[in-house]
């Protein structure tokens, strides 16, 4: 029987201030807090999938439950937003202060924004066209 991986779980980013990266994730992405230990970890909810943030060093500490992990610089993800939803976004990141570092218009036809998390990860708002998938 064929096998094929067909979702991604989890992704995960790093970061070095989680309380700050607490309130940037909730308050302006909106994104439910599903769990945090102190010092190490964040875990959120994003639709049917999970965004995992790690404090690098904590985690890269060798513990009897998971195998050390961790990188340093910054991280990429991309969150799919409907062509419709991407002017409130704009304006939901103008209001929390958060510049937009580009926009790209594809030639596919979809558009993608482009910010920064407060530890420096590139974090991307993106319509689901640029991959030929279709919109939530």
Same mark, same amino acid.
């Given at each position: 029987?064929?096998?094929?991986?067909?979702?991604?779980?989890?992704?995960?980013?790093?970061?070095?201030? =989680?309380?700050?990266?607490?309130?940037?994730?909730?308050?302006?992405?909106? =994104?439910?807090?599903?769990?945090?230990?102190?010092?190490?970890? @964040?875990?959120?909810?994003?639709?049917?999938?999970?965004?995992? @943030?790690? !404090?690098?060093?904590?985690?890269?500490?060798? !513990?009897?439950?998971?195998?050390?992990?961790?990188?340093?610089?910054?991280?990429?993800?991309?969150?799919?937003?409907?062509?419709?939803?991407?002017?409130?976004? &704009?304006?939901? =990141?103008?209001?929390?202060?958060?510049?937009?570092?580009?926009?790209?218009?594809?030639? &596919?036809? #979809?558009?993608?924004?482009?910010?920064?998390?407060?530890?420096?990860? =590139? @974090?991307?708002?993106?319509?689901?066209?640029?991959? #030929?998938?279709?919109?939530?």
């Amino acid at each position: 029987m064929p096998m094929h991986l067909d979702q991604i779980l989890e992704t995960c980013l790093y970061v070095d201030d =989680l309380p700050r990266a607490e309130r940037f994730y909730h308050e302006v992405l909106g =994104l439910e807090l599903e769990s945090r230990q102190d010092e190490r970890h @964040l875990f959120f909810h994003c639709g049917q999938q999970m965004l995992l @943030l790690f !404090n690098p060093l904590v985690s890269r500490a060798l !513990n009897d439950h998971f195998p050390p992990h961790g990188s340093f610089g910054p991280g990429h993800v991309a969150f799919a937003v409907g062509q419709s939803e991407l002017a409130a976004w &704009s304006e939901r =990141l103008a209001q929390h202060a958060i510049p937009i570092e580009k926009t790209i218009d594809w030639p &596919s036809g #979809g558009r993608s924004l482009y910010f920064r998390d407060p530890a420096g990860n =590139l @974090l991307e708002l993106v319509t689901p066209k640029i991959w #030929g998938l279709p919109e939530k």
